[in-house]
Nanobody, 121 residues
Framework: VQLQASGGGLVQAGGSLKLSCAAS????????MGWFRQAPGKERELLAD????????VYADSVKGRFTISRDNAKNTVYLQMNSLKPEDTAVYYC???????????????WGQGTQVTVSS
């Protein structure tokens, strides 16, 4: 599975961005998908994940209530809507996929290439 992330950029604090991650394989619909981020000098952090149907989502406390993960299996795409962005959200954001819950252990089988999100104060 190849994952192509897009949608990053520069935004002011309080603004919004929507990230997209397109998968190359039709079996995408059976995979657990997630979004991670890594800021300079910090460990990679799992932000949110979503099950194959889209009916089950889990969020990190740091983004709960501000970020929303969703997926469109017909388009082989997963999204991350980010609202009320803060300077501390600045990081490289990665999408990831796994057929099992290894994603929640931080070791998914597949990673996207990363997209930079910068939030100015």
């Amino acid at each position: 599975v190849q994952l192509q992330a897009s949608g990053g950029g520069l935004v002011q604090a309080g603004g919004s961005l929507k990230l997209s991650c397109a998968a190359s394989r039709r079996t995408f619909s059976t995979y657990i998908m997630g979004w991670f981020r890594q800021a300079p000098g910090k460990e990679r952090e799992l932000l949110a994940d979503i099950n194959w149907s889209g009916h089950s989502t889990v969020y990190a406390d740091s983004v709960k209530g501000r970020f929303t993960i969703s997926r469109d299996n017909a388009k082989n795409t997963v999204y991350l809507q980010m609202n009320s962005l803060k300077p501390e959200d600045t990081a490289v954001y990665y999408c990831a996929a796994d057929p099992t819950n290894r994603l929640r252990l931080g070791v998914p089988d597949y990673w996207g290439q990363g997209t930079q999100v910068t939030v100015s104060s």
